[in-house]
């Protein structure tokens, strides 16, 4: 349909060039007729009076000059007529002869350029621009045999010409058109028919029909496709959906159990001495990366090497920074690495959250690159490669290398194992190549990178943005068809794999029902049992749209007095990297405005919005996501966002609504949401409108709808998913491997 769409506007725009041509020829031709037509009448009208002329001029007085020269301008085009004497004389003219217009000028004119000019009769024409537009003089000369008794000037009017043309360029306007149309309307028809019989013979030829040799060339690919499809959905039809179990079969069968390693900067359980000083307690930190991650290597054991950041990481913690985790069901071990303040300053704080994390999402905040934030990144990507290798236990490990604070280290691993498969995952959006070109380190962070066997990101956008970069800014060769960047002779596969939750969430098992959540968290927040409840949660990130959320709950409030009194909305906000001069500008903000809308609705007890400002532990959001009628998510740019998978997965009782942004990855494929544009604020409040009105069967019917989804597309087909994509990779760099050791071999070279 596109190449149709294409192939029409090329042939209009062909058609239009061909009618501008056209009409430009037909113009000049035209203009070259009608000044040949005038010079000829104008050389007949004198002609036929010539006789009239002599026999006045014999006159020694001649009296009927003036009439004689009247006779000649009954046509209505002829304006005027002189005849002057042969040094250049009047002689006599037509009351209507232009006044401009005199004999001496046009003498000296015969005399200066009569060969230019002039006809073998001694004729010449030219156009004279007067003030009432332009007109055609004829100069004749009067001949008595050879001899010259005079010339008359002839003058006519142009403006017809101009008339003419204009309805020339007219017609010619009229006929373009009509051709235009036909033509598109005739070469979408035909586009159509022509597909639908393509497409009807080639499935014809699928199912064995009639040979024909215009299908060969593509036969090879469809059938090696199909082959892979049914491979496929036979292979998940007899597996059955996704769990922790398959991923550790899969891994088994496709890895033969190799060990996982994961480098992601932050860690899965943080132990942090209470303020006091006496208890040390273990929070899981508000991350998506690690609400996704966690589950997997539980499934996979191996280990987890992370940025130790509690308080009490180190004491509980043995020499070389490792420990046994989860606590209580050990089944991996956590490595901790230490980083000085400088280095976190710099690689943490500065580098990825003020240069890349603003670079990567488009929510208009300025990225900062400092050189020595850069310094420090690049120390801290070393040491965490270091650590790596001390992790491994083999030549060949799986690295599962995790989002953008690690842009260095597939490079760095692959460096120092060269046989390891490295898989990264980027957890963040990639920007177009334009966006990503402003940072002044982007060749070293894409050649990185690329020292990866298996990129991910969670869209097949993010993808084609990466490809673009590298296609850019790197010397390296994009092979579209596999999706691929060939550098140096590395193949990178960049793959889309959208990142989920598992299944079911291992929270909801000591999460209370959800009519014990509505009633606690209902009494925590002094609402009346039939008052309405919106939540949010989200790190208090300005990427996540806090701010544009409230201002849609005080237009909500201002446009519908209904929900006044009766609906209140909680926003759970962990606070995230407030050492940053934009984070903590966020928090005053969020702050405000709550106290603003607060301010202006407030009734009695009824306060419209609770900012909940603190870190609160996967129950307790657990508690809120299934108390509340709505879930609000309205994040300005973001690669997944789990927390809209996380309330579909404590909906059991298939109530409550999402509205969601437009702009997460999860758009994409919970679409039974109410899909915002969060920077409209009238589309966003109505949305909250529509989800507190909506009936509980529609509610119902979307719920089971995104529920089946998250269910089935959970955390461990997207583990499992990479992990045999590496497999392959792997077993296809073995079987190159041994066959060029082989042929090595053959020609005597070792
Ligand atoms: O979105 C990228 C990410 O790494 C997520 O995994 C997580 O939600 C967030 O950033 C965590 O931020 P931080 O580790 O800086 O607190």
């Known amino acids: 349909m596109f190449r149709a769409t294409r192939f029409v506007l090329a042939l209009v725009l062909g058609l239009a060039l061909v009618t501008w041509a056209a009409s430009v020829l037909v113009q000049r031709s035209m203009a070259g007729w009608f000044e040949r037509d005038l010079a000829l009448r104008a050389r007949l009208a004198v002609n036929s009076s010539r006789l009239a002329i002599l026999s006045e001029l014999a006159q020694e ?25 042969p040094d250049g004389r009047p002689l006599a003219r037509t009351k209507e002869f232009p006044q401009e217009l005199d004999c001496g000028e046009f003498d000296a ?25 332009s007109v055609h003089v004829s100069v004749i000369p009067v001949l008595d045999g050879n001899e010259a ?43 159509r028919l022509a597909w639908r019989g393509w497409s009807k013979q080639l499935r014809e030829f699928l199912k064995g029909g009639p040979q024909r040799p215009e299908f060969q060339p593509i036969m090879g690919d469809v059938r090696a496709l199909v082959d892979r499809l049914v491979a496929e959905t036979e292979a998940d039809r007899e597996a059955g959906s ?12 496709h890895l033969h159990g190799e060990k996982v390693v994961i480098v992601a900067n932050r860690e899965p359980y943080i132990h942090e001495r209470a303020e ?10 508000a991350s998506g990366l690690v609400t996704a991650l966690e589950p997997v290597l539980r499934a996979c054991s191996g280990s987890w090497i992370a940025h130790g950041s509690g308080s009490a990481d ?15 069901e050990e089944s991996y071990s956590l490595r901790r690495i230490w980083l000085t303040p400088e280095e976190e300053q710099g690689y943490y704080y500065g580098f990825a959250n003020e240069g890349l994390w603003p670079l990567c999402h488009i929510t208009h905040v300025r990225p900062i690159f400092r050189s020595e934030d850069w310094s420090a990144y690049s120390v801290v990507n070393r040491r965490f490669a270091d650590a790596l290798c001390e992790e491994v236990d083999s030549e060949d490990p799986i690295v599962l290398v995790q989002d953008y604070h690690f842009a260095l280290l597939p490079r760095l691993v692959r460096e120092r194992l060269p046989r390891s498969t490295v898989i990264m995952f980027w957890h963040i959006p990639w920007p177009n190549a334009q966006s990503f070109g402003i940072c002044p380190w982007r060749k070293d962070l894409l050649d990185g990178m690329l020292g990866a066997s298996i990129l991910g990101f969670h869209t097949q956008f993010d993808c084609n943005n990466f490809l673009d970069a590298a296609d850019r800014f790197l010397e390296s060769r994009i092979d579209r068809e596999q999706n691929a960047v060939i550098q140096r002779g590395h193949t990178t596969l960049v793959r889309p794999y959208p990142i989920s939750l598992e299944w079911p969430v291992h929270w909801l098992r000591s999460t209370p029902p959800v009519d014990e959540c509505r009633k606690s968290v209902f009494e925590e927040l002094r609402l009346s049992p039939d008052a309405l409840l919106g939540v949010g949660v989200d790190r208090l990130d300005y990427t996540k749209g806090v701010e544009e959320r409230l201002l849609a709950v005080e237009r909500l409030l201002e446009t519908s007095p209904d929900f006044r009194g009766r609906f209140t909305f909680v926003q759970l906000a962990a606070p995230s990297r407030t050492i940053i001069e934009r984070y903590r500008l966020l928090n005053e903000n969020v702050e405000r405005l709550a106290a603003r809308i607060n301010g202006r609705f407030s009734r009695g007890d009824y306060r419209p919005v609770v900012l ?30 789990l ?23 999860a758009a994409r494929e919970l679409t039974e949401a109410l899909i915002v544009n969060p920077y409209d604020l009238d589309e966003t409040s109505s949305a909250l409108a529509a989800a507190l009105d909506m009936s509980r069967d529609e509610q119902r019917e979307r719920m089971r709808s995104m529920r089946a989804l998250v269910s089935d597309l959970n955390v461990y087909r997207w583990a499992g998913r990479m992990l045999v994509d590496a497999a392959r990779l792997r077993r296809r760099d073995r079987l190159t491997g041994r066959l060029s050791d082989h042929l090595a071999f053959g020609t005597g070279r070792t």
């Open 314 to 328: 180190r004491e509980t913690a043995d020499r070389a920074g490792r420990i046994r985790v989860p606590p209580g």
């Open 109 to 133: 004119r015969s005399r200066a350029s009569s060969d230019a000019m002039a006809e073998a009769s001694g004729s010449w024409t030219s156009v004279e621009s007067l003030p009432g537009g």
């Open 242 to 253: 996704w769990t922790p179990d398959r991923l550790k079969h899969t891994l088994n069968r």
């Open 149 to 191: 008794r005079g010339f008359v000037i002839l003058v006519q009017d142009l403006s017809f010409v101009g008339r003419r043309e204009r309805a020339t360029q007219r017609f010619l306007g009229l006929a373009f058109g009509f051709l235009a149309l036909s033509a598109s309307v005739v070469t979408i028809i035909a586009a």
């Open 612 to 641: 909940l400002r603190a870190h609160h532990e996967p129950p307790d959001v657990y508690r809120y996501y299934r108390a509340a009628d709505l879930c609000c998510v309205t994040s300005l740019h973001d690669g997944m966002n």
């Open 276 to 285: 006091n000083g006496d208890k040390i307690a273990v929070r899981h930190p």
């Open 643 to 665: 927390v809209a998978k996380e309330f579909v997965a404590a909906r059991d009782d298939e109530r409550g609504v999402l509205v969601l942004s437009q702009f997460t990855g």
């Open 61 to 85: 007085q001649p009296r009927q000059l003036r009439a004689v020269l009247s006779e000649l301008v009954h046509d209505e085009r002829i304006m005027g007529v002189a005849l002057c004497a």
